[in-house]
């Protein structure tokens, strides 16, 4: 199974909107809606943001948002703060039920 | 909510066999689809494989050789055996459990697995 594409990084203001992409196949982004997308700080685990494409678990912020257009899902982030700066990757569950994911993006915020 | 708590050897030496076990407090087991997830240093994360309590197991087919992931209901925990290990394979090691009809994912805190002589 292939890994998810993700840009490697992106950047943004404080206050500006950005979006990653993660691109995959009919397999898996495509053919299901179980896309999720995680933040991840050094040394902590990663942390849930979005869930089944765009469902957002509570206790997240709702500047986090999801959606998905065929083989790519998107995950926006709106307001830009310097606390969104971190590693994000996606997932999804494929046909098969085996799971795969982003190489992770890296968001600076400027 | 659920809770995951990853136990095991912090040193595995080349060539043996990494063994890890994650807890699960807090849901029933048999709700859920258990993952073992690894993220080596500086690297993306990889996903390794899966049991549900049913006794399905699915593996990542560029690790599926070596690995082995069960479950003890029981004892509310799964365990992940990795066989000859090799410097590649030093990687913080995550357990995670997935609601079945849902990617919502929950995490253990991760434990750092080091492959030195």
């Known amino acids: 199974q292939s890994a998810l594409t993700q840009p490697a990084s992106v950047s943004g203001s404080p206050g500006q909107s950005i979006t990653i992409s993660c691109t995959g196949t009919?397999?898996?982004?495509?053919?299901?809606?179980?896309v999720s997308w995680f933040q991840h700080h050094p040394d902590k685990a990663p942390k849930l943001i979005i869930y089944?494409?765009?469902q957002r678990p509570s206790g997240v912020s709702n500047r986090f948002s999801g959606s998905k257009s065929g083989n790519t899902a998107s995950l926006t982030i709106s307001g830009l703060q310097a606390e969104d700066e971190a590693d994000y990757s996606c997932?999804?569950?494929?046909?098969?039920?085996?799971?795969?994911f982003g190489g992770g993006t890296k968001l600076t915020v400027l | 909510q659920v809770q995951l708590q990853e136990s095991g050897p912090g040193l595995v030496k080349p060539s043996e066999t990494l063994s890890l076990t994650c807890t699960v407090s807090?849901?029933?087991?048999?709700?859920?689809?258990w993952s073992w997830i690894r993220q080596p240093p500086g690297k993306g994360l990889e996903w390794i494989g899966l049991?549900?309590?049913?006794?399905?197991?699915k593996y990542n087919p560029s690790l599926k050789s070596r690995v082995t992931i069960s479950v003890d209901t029981s004892n509310r925990q799964f365990s992940l055996r990795m066989s000859s290990v090799t410097a590649a394979d030093t990687a913080v090691y995550y357990c995670?459990?997935?609601?079945?009809?849902?990617?919502?994912?929950?995490w253990g805190q991760g434990t750092l697995v080091t492959v030195s002589s």
């Open positions: 995670a459990g997935n609601i079945a009809g849902s990617s919502r994912t929950y």
């Open positions: 807090g849901d029933s087991i048999s709700r859920y689809y």
């Open positions: 049991v549900h309590y049913s006794g399905i197991t």
């Open positions: 009919s397999n898996d982004v495509g053919g299901l809606n179980y």
């Open positions: 089944d494409v765009s």
């Open positions: 997932s999804s569950f494929t046909h098969s039920t085996t799971l795969v």
